[in-house]
């Protein structure tokens, strides 16, 4: 309770204080992107300093804008003195340039992935994405817009002057410690942020204005309207336009999800508002709402929270005099929606979410956890799905728990096609890479896995609650192209013996008969071979690792037969 009381003083220190300008994160083109991790520190209340991280800075990232067709190389240096990693959430690329816990940024390490943006005009976003670590980073301020223009959206009548009528919102809550540091996997998050200001105060024209809404919390989801009753109009969900704007008067958005939209202001000059969350008409089990979970199943002090279940204020808004060039109408329509033939789906997958037991003495709780999917819990070592290139398939997510869980996938757009064997609503259409899955609830959706393949290097999905997804409620896939010449052999059909693993200095292979010739390559999460050896008329090989960095490899064994008919495998191992 002590704790408890702390948090509400904190959030009493902080309501005090007078508005502040919104914070408009730089805009950066391409098409070389140099984005440099640091600590820092920030004085939320009082005199007290509070570590931080940032992009370029000390504090939150600034935009990255693209054009669909780009060659983009981005190169990552990680100034903290910890590891991390950068997701670009949403687009479509490679596994290796996916930024997914696979692709370890050391600290004073450069990444620099480089690849052509595919996706279609959209609001994405950028952030950490380490095994266990996502919250803790992403908390301390790692997260930044990406904004994709294609010709399609420049040729409609949107407002698109970043910073001025088209301004990109990511809405926090975070928590503060005794210690003034950002606390994390607490449920008293009662500091609430957009784009890093607290108690932000934004001004706009009298005209139609372009908010590119994201949730970038950790938990909390937002049913988001306007303080004097204000429609809007949602033009685009996560993965790009809609084909036609649909008004509304409340948006709710989950952890991850992005929308943008776009409110009339003509004729309210002089006037000020405020966007607010009307998470009283949230429905239960959704974090924020009045209330998750029954009986023994609940989230211990999730009710010592005020701001769950009650409508508060994000962002005050004040209207000014009209720009040059306004955009003064909403358009009649946007981009033509085109579905994807559900007949054409050759796989059928179901991901369950559940809970489990990490040690032998848990007792698993339907609301608090822990979580997993398909009854496991995340392993760098695993590989949970198979996903063949070119396929189209579709996916049952059920919720067998008492809290929605937000879903997210990498390298794929989807289209939400049903929601517990009915027609889904008006507001799930769209593409989608994260959807909310209401507890018992049962939601299909159907994507097409094309492009990139990789026999080694896996893609995610996961909840994005994110202290979640750090206690292992994510899981893995390759997509693997199946007409390629040489197949794959599953682990299991590995005919060598490989020791130690985890190894230190050596590694021994023993086969079970002598080879002819054979080529071993090691392989790293990008992909890369860094040591390659051969093997010919022996049945043993040790191959000196002491100069590799620790971490996750791949072992290549490509033999070579007296035939045409080469084996070709892949098994992993840890270098310690």
């Not at 816990?101 to 609001?123: D, E, V, Y």
């Not at 309210?268 to 009307?278: A, D, E, F, R, V």
């Not at 040790?542 to 490899?553: A, C, F, Q």
Request: with cysteine; hydrophobic share 40%; proline share 5%.
């Amino acid at each position: 309770m002590r704790l408890t009381a702390f948090f509400i003083l904190v959030y009493q220190s902080l309501v005090s204080q007078a508005q502040n300008p919104l914070y408009i994160p730089p805009a950066l083109t391409g098409p070389v992107f140099n984005l440099n991790i640091q600590s820092g520190s920030k004085m939320f209340y009082g005199t007290n300093a509070t570590p931080t991280y940032g992009v370029n800075g000390s504090w939150m990232a600034p935009t990255l804008i693209v054009n669909k067709g780009d060659s983009i190389t981005l190169h990552v240096k990680n100034g903290l003195s910890v590891k991390t990693t950068m997701h670009w959430h949403g687009l479509h690329v490679a596994a290796k340039n996916d930024g997914g816990p696979h692709q370890i940024i050391l600290p004073l390490g450069t990444w620099s992935p480089s690849f052509k943006i595919r996706n279609n005009a959209a609001t994405f976003w950028y952030h950490p994405h380490g095994a266990g670590q996502t919250d803790p980073q992403v908390s301390k301020g790692l997260a930044g817009f990406i904004i994709v223009r294609d010709s399609t959206e420049a040729s409609l009548n949107l407002p698109r002057t970043y910073g001025l009528d088209d301004i990109p919102l990511n809405v926090q809550s975070k928590a503060f410690d005794e210690l003034k540091q950002i606390a994390i996997s607490t449920d008293m998050d009662t500091a609430l942020f957009v784009n890093g200001t607290l108690h932000p105060l934004l001004n706009v024209p009298q005209q139609v204005v372009r908010f590119r809404l994201l949730n970038g919390s950790s938990l909390r989801s937002y049913n988001l309207g306007f303080s004097n009753g204000q429609i809007f109009y949602q033009i685009a969900t996560d993965g790009g336009l809609l084909d036609t704007p649909v008004t509304l008067s409340r948006l709710r958005l989950s952890p991850g999800e992005r929308a943008e939209i776009l409110v009339n202001f003509s004729g309210l000059i002089g006037q000020t508002i405020n966007l607010k969350s009307y998470s009283s008409e949230l429905a239960k089990g959704i974090y924020g709402a009045d209330s998750i979970g029954k009986g023994i199943d609940i989230i211990d002090a999730y009710n010592d929270n005020f701001l769950n279940g009650s409508d508060f204020n994000l962002l005050q808004i004040n209207i000014g005099a009209t720009s040059v060039n306004p955009v003064i109408t909403v358009p009649l329509s946007l981009v033509p929606f085109k579905h994807f033939n559900i007949t054409s789906a050759t796989r059928y997958r179901k991901i369950e979410f559940d809970t489990i037991r990490l040690l032998p003495a848990d007792v698993p709780n339907l609301a608090d956890g822990p979580f997993g999917m398909n009854h496991k819990s995340f392993d760098m070592e695993t590989i949970n799905e198979i996903v063949h290139l070119n396929t189209t398939e579709i996916w049952t997510l059920v919720n067998h728990t008492l809290v929605a869980h937000p879903f997210h996938i990498h390298d794929v757009q989807f289209e939400v096609i049903e929601k517990n064997g009915k027609p889904i609503s008006i507001s799930d259409k769209g593409w989608k890479d994260v959807v909310l899955i209401m507890p018992n609830d049962s939601v299909k959706f159907i994507s097409r896995f094309e492009t990139f393949s990789d026999p080694m290097v896996p893609y995610m999905y996961h909840c994005h609650l994110l202290h979640h997804e750090d206690d292992g409620m994510m899981a893995s896939f390759l997509v693997i192209d199946t007409s390629a010449s040489t197949g794959i052999i599953n682990v299991e059909q590995v005919h060598y013996l490989l020791y130690p693993n985890p190894a230190i200095n050596n590694l021994t292979f023993q086969f079970k008969d002598a080879i002819h010739f054979a080529e071993v390559n090691i392989i790293n999460v990008l992909g890369e071979i860094i040591l390659k050896q051969t093997i010919s008329n022996s049945n043993s090989l040790i191959l000196d690792v002491s100069t590799i960095k620790e971490g996750m490899y791949f072992i290549q064994v490509i033999e070579r037969g007296n035939t045409e008919n080469n084996r070709f495998s892949i098994q992993k191992f840890i270098k310690q």
